[in-house]
C-alpha cells in the first residue's frame, strides 16, 4: 500500500464513520419520542375491556411494556455510546459497561421473543382442536411472558462476565465494545446472538405465523351452522383482527430479524481476518444501521398496530373522542363559572 493510499483510507473511514454516528444520531431523535407516545398508547389500548381479556393482547400488552423499556433505555444509550464522540459512559465505569450490554441484549431478545410466544398463542387459538386452543388463555398468557423475560436475562448472564473495557490500540482510549471484547468470546457472542435474536425467533414467527394462517384458511372451508351469540361473534372478530396485528408483527421483525441475522454471520465470520481502517469503518456502518434498524418492530410497533387493525384505531378513536369531550367539558365549566361571577360583580 503506497504511502498517498492510507491518508485516503483514513480519510474515507473518518467519513463513514461520522456518517454512521449522525446515522445513530437522527435515528434516535426521531424513534425515541415517538416510539414513547406509541408504546403509552399501546399500553392504554390493550387494557381496554374490548381487548384486556384476550390471550393475544395481554401478549401484545407485555411486548409494548418491554418495547417502552426499550425505547426510554436501550435507544438513548445505544445514541450516547454509539453517536457521539467521547460519550460513553460504559467506558470509563466497568459496572456500567456489563449492566448496558446486559440490559440492552435482554430487552432485545425480549421484544422479539413476545411475539414468538404470540405467535404460538394464535396458533393455539386457530387450532380446530377444543384441547389445543385450550392453551390459548390468559393465565398461560400470565405464565408464559414473565418466563420469556426472566429466560433472556439469565441467557445473557455471561455478559456481565465477559464484557470489560478494553482500549483502541490506535487513539489508546478506552472504550466498551459493543460486540464484546476482542477475542475468542466476540465470536461465541456473535454465533450466540445469531441464534437467540436472529434465526431462532425469525424462523419461529414465520413457522407459527404460516400455521396460523393454514388454520384460517382451514376454518374458512369448514360448514358450520350461523351463530346468533354476540360474545361468540365479538370474541372471533376480535381474533380476526388480533391475527391481522400479528402478521404485521410479524412481517417486520422477520425481515428486520433476518437481516440481523446476515449481519452477524458477516462479522462472525470476518472477525479474525485482517482489516484495513476502511474496512473497519464499513463494517461499523453496516452494524450501525442494521443494528438500528433491528430496533424498528421493538420501538414502532404502535404505528403497526394502526395501521393492520380497525378494532386498534377504534379504541384510539374513543380515547382521542373521550380527550377532546373532556377538554370541551371543562371550557364550557370555566366560561360558566366566569359568566356568573362577572354577573355577581356587576
Known amino acids: 500500500m503506497s504511502s498517498s493510499t492510507v491518508p485516503n483510507l483514513v480519510l474515507q473511514a473518518n467519513s463513514l464513520n461520522y456518517a454512521a454516528m449522525m446515522f445513530i444520531r437522527c435515528y ?24 384486556g381479556s384476550n390471550s393475544c393482547s395481554r401478549y401484545f400488552l407485555a411486548a409494548s411494556i418491554v418495547g417502552l423499556a426499550h425505547t426510554v433505555y436501550a435507544l438513548p444509550m445505544r445514541m450516547i455510546q454509539s453517536a457521539f464522540v467521547d460519550t460513553d459512559p460504559g467506558a470509563y465505569s466497568v459496572i456500567f459497561c456489563k449492566i448496558t450490554w446486559l440490559c440492552l441484549n435482554s430487552l432485545r431478545g425480549s421484544g422479539f421473543w413476545l411475539i414468538v410466544a404470540t405467535s404460538i398463542d394464535r396458533y393455539l387459538c386457530s387450532s380446530s382442536s377444543t384441547n389445543i386452543r385450550a392453551w390459548s388463555n390468559i393465565r398461560v398468557a400470565n405464565r408464559v411472558i414473565p418466563l420469556i423475560i426472566i429466560l433472556l436475562f439469565t441467557a445473557y448472564v455471561h455478559v456481565p ?11 489508546q482510549k478506552p472504550i466498551c465494545y459493543p460486540p464484546g471484547p476482542p477475542g475468542t468470546y466476540r465470536i461465541i457472542l456473535s454465533y450466540f446472538n ?8 425469525s424462523l419461529l414467527m414465520l413457522i407459527f405465523g404460516l400455521l396460523t394462517l393454514r388454520n384460517v384458511e382451514r376454518s374458512k372451508q369448514l360448514i358450520v351452522a350461523p351463530t346468533t351469540s354476540a360474545p361468540k361473534a365479538t370474541h372471533r372478530k376480535t ?20 437481516t440481523f441475522s446476515v449481519a452477524l454471520i458477516y462479522t462472525a465470520i470476518n472477525a479474525s481476518r485482517p482489516k484495513t481502517i476502511f474496512e473497519v469503518a464499513q463494517e461499523n456502518m453496516i452494524n450501525a444501521t442494521v443494528g438500528m434498524m433491528s430496533t424498528v418492530g421493538p420501538c414502532l410497533s404502535f404505528y403497526l398496530f394502526t395501521l393492520s387493525s380497525g378494532l386498534f ?3 384510539l378513536k374513543n380515547l382521542f373522542s373521550g380527550i377532546h369531550n373532556f377538554v370541551d367539558h371543562s371550557l364550557a365549566v370555566a366560561n360558566t363559572t366566569n359568566t356568573h361571577r362577572r354577573k355577581s360583580e356587576h
Open 239 to 258: 381474533n380476526t383482527h388480533m391475527i391481522r396485528m400479528l402478521i404485521a408483527q410479524v412481517f417486520v421483525y422477520c425481515l428486520t430479524g433476518l
Open 313 to 315: 384505531r377504534k379504541e
Open 161 to 171: 462476565v465477559f464484557f470489560r473495557i478494553d482500549t483502541i490500540p490506535a487513539t
Open 194 to 201: 445469531l441464534v437467540v435474536l436472529g434465526l431462532s425467533p
Open 28 to 51: 434516535c431523535y426521531i424513534v425515541i419520542p415517538t416510539g414513547t407516545i406509541g408504546h403509552l398508547l399501546s399500553v392504554y389500548v390493550f387494557t381496554r375491556p374490548s381487548l
